[in-house]
């Protein structure tokens, strides 16, 4: 069973023609890098165009990553393009990774009925970031001022950002991934919402299966972008392994399947902790088409966070679940599998509870992993399948769409996008801004 009883009732009247309120669903992400957000708009997209009837749209950049992995020819691709409009009618709902509207590009021109889904896929999609300025060389009296602008441009961005968040729960036009993103967003704002509204991330079930593992050898694997808070839990992990790998004597090969800015820092953990145990494979960035075969070829353990978690499950490859860290990890992190979470949990940021000191968490796992394989490969098939199958998720996601309210018209109508001064005047700087870096690039 899943952990909220919805989904299994989402599925099963599923329906075979269009709702008469949505006529095209327009998905926003315009990005050129690979990303699990880019990669979950693409694969809804293309699902429900065929399995529901929709008008299915993409937004982005002609060479980004949604433009040039879409193969589906019922999906329209639609350019984004600086300082060129896009409109997006009235019988449409736009989905969105969640943010606050008044941050939304001025090239998206929505109509009075527009509806827009904000789907929270990030902890810190609807955060402040609070980082105020070094006031270190200016005098008292400047320190004093600029400290308190700052405070109180926070103090307002807040507020207005927990009257958003609270009026588009109510509207149910707000969906969270997981537990954890909703508790983030709700304590950061102060902001209270009586029934969340929950919508895992989804991947699309294989008809490949994971056969056994190694049994001469200890074959890991990770994925996921080589960036910051992912980073420090990458080269954390691969100390660990490999001092467990020399301790027991057991060849270990650990491929690091992704890319990003921290390569290079990964790269030099490893030559630090290289021993003749224990040895790693960079792969860069896999496409879509043949990240299967190679996890299924030589990965039997996977470590991932986020959407990454899903593409070793729906295999059968039992997954180790990681959280992030902004800073270098030190204490004794404690360890756990995908399929002994609740509530569609994909991973966090770390806190004082995710350790305990002298734990032997990872090592355990393992162990027990390669004496018992085919017991925990079955149950990360069946996480995934109760908790995050494309098909089940689709379901709950176009019957909330059918149920949301959040329209352009209800908005200007409740006065929630009048922003403070200081949100409107950062929004003008950035809008200058983009013109004279489009002017510079002309």
């Given at each position: 069973?899943?952990?909220?009883?919805?989904?299994?009732?989402?599925?099963?009247?599923?329906?075979?023609?269009?709702?008469?309120?949505?006529?095209?669903?327009?998905?926003?992400?315009?990005?050129?890098?690979?990303?699990?957000?880019?990669?979950?708009?693409?694969?809804?997209?293309?699902?429900?165009?065929?399995?529901?009837?929709?008008?299915?749209?993409?937004?982005?950049?002609?060479?980004?990553?949604?433009?040039?992995h879409s193969k589906h020819e019922k999906v329209t691709l639609i350019p984004f393009v600086e300082g060129r409009q896009i409109e997006i009618p009235s019988d449409a709902v736009l989905v969105l990774q969640s943010m606050p509207l008044w941050w939304l590009r001025e090239?998206?021109?929505?109509?009075?009925?527009?509806?827009?889904?904000?789907?929270?896929?990030?902890?810190?999609?609807?955060?402040?970031?609070?980082?105020?300025?070094?006031?270190?060389?200016?005098?008292?009296?400047?320190?004093f001022l600029k400290m308190a602008m700052d405070r109180w441009s926070v103090f307002m961005q807040k507020r207005n950002l927990k009257k958003f968040i609270e009026f588009a729960a109510a509207k149910k036009a707000i969906y969270f991934m997981d537990e954890h993103t909703l508790n983030v967003t709700l304590k950061a704002n102060s902001a209270r919402i009586d029934a969340p509204i929950f919508l895992p991330v989804p991947s699309i079930p294989s008809h490949l299966r994971k056969e056994g593992c190694d049994t001469a050898a200890l074959r890991c694997g990770w994925l996921g972008r080589l960036c910051d808070f992912k980073a420090t839990i990458l080269r954390y992990t691969l100390r660990r392994t490999a001092r467990f790998a020399f301790e027991q004597r057991l060849h270990t090969?650990?491929?690091?399947?992704?890319?990003?800015?921290?390569?290079?820092?990964?790269?030099?953990?490893?030559?630090?902790?290289?021993?003749?145990?224990?040895?790693?494979?960079?792969?860069?960035?896999?496409?879509?088409?043949?990240?299967?075969?190679?996890?299924?070829?030589?990965?039997?353990?996977?470590?991932?966070?986020?959407?990454?978690?899903?593409?070793?499950?729906?295999?059968?490859?039992?997954?180790?679940?990681?959280?992030?860290?902004?800073?270098?990890?030190?204490?004794?992190y404690v360890y756990k599998l995908l399929s002994?979470?609740?509530?569609?949990?994909?991973?966090?940021?770390?806190?004082?509870?995710?350790?305990?000191?002298?734990?032997?968490?990872?090592?355990?796992?393992?162990?027990?992993?390669?004496?018992d394989y085919a017991r925990f490969s079955q149950a990360a098939l069946d996480y995934f399948s109760c908790n995050h199958s494309l098909d089940k998720i689709a379901a709950r996601f176009i019957s909330l769409l059918e149920e949301n309210d959040l329209s352009k018209r209800v908005l200007k109508e409740s006065g929630i996008l009048t922003t403070d001064i200081f949100t409107r005047a950062l929004r003008f700087c950035l809008r200058i801004r983009r013109v004279l870096l489009q002017r510079a690039g002309a």
């Open positions: 069973m899943s952990d909220f009883g919805e989904l299994e009732t989402a599925i099963e009247e599923r329906p075979s023609v269009i709702f008469s309120r949505v006529k095209s669903v327009w998905f926003f992400f315009p990005k050129r890098e690979v990303g699990g957000v880019q990669m979950l708009f693409l694969r809804m997209a293309e699902y429900i165009v065929d399995h529901y009837g929709y008008d299915v749209m993409l937004i982005d950049f002609p060479d980004g990553f949604m433009a040039q090239e998206v021109v929505l109509n009075d009925e527009t509806r827009v889904a904000l789907w929270t896929l990030f902890p810190y999609n609807m955060v402040v970031p609070v980082t105020y300025n070094n006031y270190d060389a200016v005098s008292l009296i400047k320190k090969v650990f491929h690091i399947i992704g890319d990003g800015p921290e390569r290079s820092a990964v790269e030099a953990c490893v030559r630090d902790i290289s021993n003749s145990f224990f040895s790693v494979v960079f792969t860069g960035s896999i496409v879509m088409d043949e990240l299967d075969r190679y996890l299924l070829s030589n990965v039997d353990i996977l470590f991932a966070m986020g959407t990454s978690a899903l593409e070793g499950a729906r295999l059968g490859i039992p997954v180790v679940l990681t959280d992030g860290s902004y800073s270098e990890i030190a204490g004794d002994q979470t609740q509530r569609y949990y994909l991973g966090e940021f770390i806190r004082d509870r995710h350790f305990a000191e002298g734990n032997s968490s990872l090592e355990s796992l393992l162990s027990e992993l390669r004496s």
